[in-house]
Nanobody, 126 residues
Framework: QVRLVESGGGLVQAGGSLRLSCLASGSTFSDYAMAWFRRGPGKEREFVATISRGGGGTALADSVKGRFTISRDNDKHTLFLQMNNLQPEDTAVYYC???????????????????WGQGTQVTVSS
């Protein structure tokens, strides 16, 4: 049974930083691309960042480029999202997701992911 558990969310002032983690279990972590998505208040869930199964390829949403970094530690089955210079518009529930396919890739579409965590709340105050 695949399980994804996010942690690291919280309340931070604008300009601050947070590091999200996602611990995976139940499958071979290094076989799959992983990603972060978020759902802001009153908004649809949107793509944030993705990383290839080995970590050599990444892609970020334009809104977070230059501020967020995605990384992974395959030995520890953990996905990370380093978020710097946070802004109020980054307020959202952040979800990690596991890729549907073992093929190499950095997919951005939600339908490319078939396992999801429960989410962690990030709130940025102005």
């Amino acid at each position: 049974q695949v399980r994804l558990v996010e942690s690291g969310g919280g309340l931070v002032q604008a300009g601050g930083s947070l590091r999200l983690s996602c611990l995976a279990s139940g499958s071979t972590f290094s076989d799959y691309a992983m990603a972060w998505f978020r759902r802001g208040p009153g908004k649809e869930r949107e793509f944030v960042a993705t990383i290839s199964r080995g970590g050599g390829g990444t892609a970020l949403a334009d809104s977070v480029k230059g501020r967020f970094t995605i990384s992974r530690d395959n030995d520890k089955h953990t996905l990370f999202l380093q978020m710097n210079n946070l802004q109020p518009e980054d307020t959202a529930v952040y979800y990690c997701a596991r890729g549907r396919s073992t093929a190499w890739g950095i997919p951005r579409g939600q339908n490319e992911y078939n396992y999801w965590g429960q989410g962690t709340q990030v709130t940025v105050s102005s």
